[in-house]
């Protein structure tokens, strides 16, 4: 069974810190995405950035990037230059082309920006 | 492109009562997805749609219903409500599964209390 692990309930950063968020995932499949998603307090979800397994770099995408570790099954966020704005809550996900578009996600990391 | 629109936003019910709840896909996607997000269980799939068929359950119980139409949009529905049904359900749409963009693009969600 596929499960994703966020083991930070909360988190919190200084503006224009940097802060790593935590995500551990359990497969056996060779071939699968991950995924960040962030969520406001609007609620509405917003991918951040997303990894194919396949590649070996790390993906992205402005102040946003990952660090990948495929043999310990890790994906974890790096925000640097927090802004007010980063402050969400922030959903790890996995999916695997052979249970079709079932994201599976973590229970979330609350992260606060302090001014 | 528009995004994922959801209607209604907000929804009261009381128990013993039914819900639909309408999700229109971004323009070109044709995989709907359905999730319940709750502060004890997190986000957890309901269900997939994609032409107009279920492809893929999460395990919830046969109250929970969906269908999609020739446009794709989707409909879910909640029968026999009970007050664990209370949480925010979320609509997120795709290209059809089989490749590395094949994101989840979430629509704001519909807040439903069950009283």
């Known amino acids: 069974a596929q499960t994703v692990t966020q083991s930070q309930p909360e988190m919190s950063v200084q503006e224009a810190e940097t802060v790593t968020l935590s995500c551990t995932y359990d497969?056996?499949?060779?071939?699968?995405?991950l995924f960040w998603y962030k969520q406001p307090p609007s609620r509405q979800m917003i991918l951040v950035i997303r990894?194919?397994?396949?590649?070996?770099q790390n993906a992205t995408e402005n102040r946003f990037s990952v660090n990948f570790q495929k043999a310990a099954k890790s994906f974890s966020l790096k925000i640097s230059d927090s802004q007010l704005g980063d402050a969400a809550m922030y959903f790890c996900?996995?999916?695997?082309?052979?249970?079709?578009?079932?994201?599976?996600f973590g229970t979330g990391t609350s992260l606060t920006v302090i001014p | 492109k528009a995004g994922v629109t959801q209607t209604p936003r907000y929804l009261i019910k009381t128990r013993g009562q039914q819900v639909t709840l309408s999700c229109s896909p971004i323009?070109?996607?044709?995989?709907v997805s359905w999730y319940q997000q709750t502060p004890g269980q997190g986000l957890q799939f309901l269900f997939e749609?994609?032409?107009?068929?279920?492809?893929n359950k999460g395990n919830f119980p046969g109250r929970f219903s969906g269908r999609q139409f020739s446009n794709s949009r989707s409909e879910m529905n909640v029968s026999t409500l009970e007050l664990g049904d209370s949480a925010l359900y979320l609509c997120?749409?795709?290209?059809?599964?089989?490749?590395?963009?094949?994101?989840?693009?979430f629509g704001p969600g519909t807040r439903l209390t069950v009283l």
């Open positions: 323009s070109g996607h044709r995989s």
């Open positions: 990894q194919e397994a396949y590649k070996q």
């Open positions: 497969t056996s499949e060779s071939d699968y995405y």
């Open positions: 996900a996995y999916r695997t082309p052979n249970t079709g578009n079932q994201f599976y």
């Open positions: 749609y994609f032409s107009e068929t279920q492809r």
């Open positions: 997120a749409s795709s290209l059809p599964a089989g490749g590395p963009s094949n994101t989840q693009y």
